[in-house]
């Protein structure tokens, strides 16, 4: 039931959870176009960067460009467009500082449960507070909850079992908590995996390694892009940093979706294309058939990028052997495939994928009744039904992940603001009639299909439809009518205007 005593004045107007990309950014967009909110930033981990300061295994690095990964608020200044992990977290941290975000964060806070009141209009966090010696359980009170906690779980990687695994007398290491000064050289590694992952440590792992094996399952579509944009560098030299980064990130963000929609609708071609750039780059028709031709189309799951075709050239070197098979048991000596074939290993390195978790795990109730999100649908992108006042931030699976960040921050700060004009202390997406479900995420990937039943859905049409399509997504997401789709309703309950309307 929902709790009667009144909450005069929250101690927040938004409360924030994250502090890696998308956190950093709904501060930014937040006290620049929202300036009377207050706000503040909830982090569980003791430092800002998110992905980027939890993963630090050899070779870390963004897997798109980041003139469109970095906000579109900060030029991006760095001379690789593929860039490492060191250089990213610096670039999250220098921007929280330049524009006094860093201020706003709450450290080693980290979100217990979340509960809305309906009577208050208000939710009321509760976080295990570890700032001091002593881990101290506390509530937060705010008006709207902003989820920029990413979508996978921290503490946890996909994990298949593996038969055999304690009979293994070497060491295996896992890339989402990697060791700090692990010493790898002149060792065996078989890395198991063909995902980002994979095929980031591989050839990076292979520079001081004996030898690194990479074990598939079945190949993955592999694209080889340049480390550094020498279009990006012209622009930077003739032009203004903010004007040069903004022309940059416009032609990317063109070529990008491109490409995806030129896989999408001539998915043929696209194999051959790709086909034929991957035994440009591999030198070896065969090994290309055996190892790099996938059964699936190009886009249907997320494309690997490789920087100058690093991992192809440490193939071509011999440092690095690809073995498609599956994994029989594990043995002390290493790995026994199913072709009775032994991979001999002093290191495995499971790059076996991620656990999608939304919201760190944490399951919000609205007046003490738990909410299933697999029953509500998402609005825009980021709302959802049966939350009032809560917005999530998801990236594009296509496309960079701040594109989509950025416009939900964006659209989140128009929400506020229309609330602030209309009068309401609360806000939420309401259907304009029956909607069909599909899935969020429409990608064939492991790590989402594991999650497909613990997501909430999209419908099918206008604001319900989760586009991967920053363009469509740029041109209409700022431009909406909000009172179509949105319920906004002041703090004695009644509907503060006609705002839920029949769809155009």
């Not at 870390?60 to 608020?73: A, V």
């Not at 940059?248 to 790709?274: D, H, S």
């Not at 594990?330 to 001999?344: A, D, H």
Request: with cysteine; net charge neutral.
């Amino acid at each position: 039931m929902a709790s009667r005593q009144q909450v005069s004045t929250p101690d927040f107007d938004v409360l924030v959870v994250g502090a890696g990309l998308s956190g950093i950014g709904a501060g930014y967009r937040l006290q620049t176009e929202c300036p009377e909110r207050t706000y503040a930033i909830l982090e569980a981990r003791e430092s800002i960067g998110g992905t980027w300061d939890l993963f630090r295994y050899p070779g870390i690095r963004s897997d798109s460009d980041m003139f469109t990964l970095s906000f579109p608020f900060k030029p991006w200044s760095n001379d690789d467009s593929i860039a490492d992990g060191p250089a990213i977290l610096s670039y999250i941290k220098d921007t929280a500082a330049e524009f006094g975000i860093d201020e706003k964060i709450q450290f080693r806070t980290k979100v217990i449960s979340a509960d809305w009141s309906s009577v208050n209009s208000v939710w009321t966090v509760t976080v295990e507070d570890r700032s001091s010696n002593k881990a101290v359980v506390r509530t937060i009170t705010a008006s709207f909850l902003y989820a920029c906690s990413g979508y996978y779980d921290y503490n946890q990687g996909h994990e298949p079992v593996f038969p055999g695994i304690d009979d293994f007398s070497g060491l295996v290491v896992k890339p989402q908590f990697w060791p700090e000064n692990l010493d790898y050289t002149g060792k065996k590694v078989v890395i198991i995996g063909s995902g980002a992952t994979a095929v980031t440590l591989v050839p990076s792992m292979a520079e001081d390694a004996a030898h690194v094996t990479m074990l598939q399952r079945s190949p993955t579509w592999i694209g080889v892009v340049p480390k550094t944009d020498k279009v990006a560098d012209t622009l930077r030299s003739a032009l203004p940093a903010g004007i040069a980064h903004k022309v940059v990130r416009t032609k990317n963000i063109m070529f990008n979706m491109g490409v995806y929609e030129f896989c999408q609708r001539q998915p043929k071609l696209a194999r051959k294309l790709f086909l034929g750039l991957t035994t440009k780059a591999l030198k070896d028709e065969a090994a290309v058939a055996e190892h790099f031709t996938p059964t699936y189309d190009p886009w249907d799951q997320r494309l690997c990028a490789v920087p100058n075709g690093d991992l192809f050239k440490a193939i071509r070197k011999g440092r690095v052997d690809v073995v498609t098979d599956h994994i029989d048991t594990f043995v002390p000596e290493g790995i026994r495939l199913k072709s009775g074939k032994v991979l001999e290993a002093d290191i495995v390195v499971p790059a076996t994928g991620l656990k999608i978790q939304l919201f760190g795990g944490v399951k919000p109730t609205v007046d003490g009744a738990s909410v299933d999100l697999h029953e509500n649908f998402v609005w825009q992108g980021c709302m959802l039904t049966g939350m009032p006042n809560f917005a999530l931030c998801v990236g594009y699976t296509n496309a960079s992940w701040t594109l989509r960040g950025d416009l939900t921050s964006r659209l989140v700060c128009k929400v506020l603001n229309e609330m602030a004009k209309v009068g309401a202390a609360s806000v939420v997406p309401v259907p304009e009639g029956p909607l069909e479900a599909r899935p969020l995420l429409d990608i064939a990937s492991g790590y989402v299909q594991r999650a497909l039943s613990d997501l909430p859905q999209q419908g099918h049409r206008g604001a319900w439809r989760v586009r991967q399509n920053y363009l469509i997504d740029s041109a209409t997401t700022m431009r909406r009518d909000l009172h179509k789709t949105l319920r906004f309703t002041p703090a004695s309950g009644a509907v503060a205007k006609d705002v839920v309307k029949a769809s155009a």
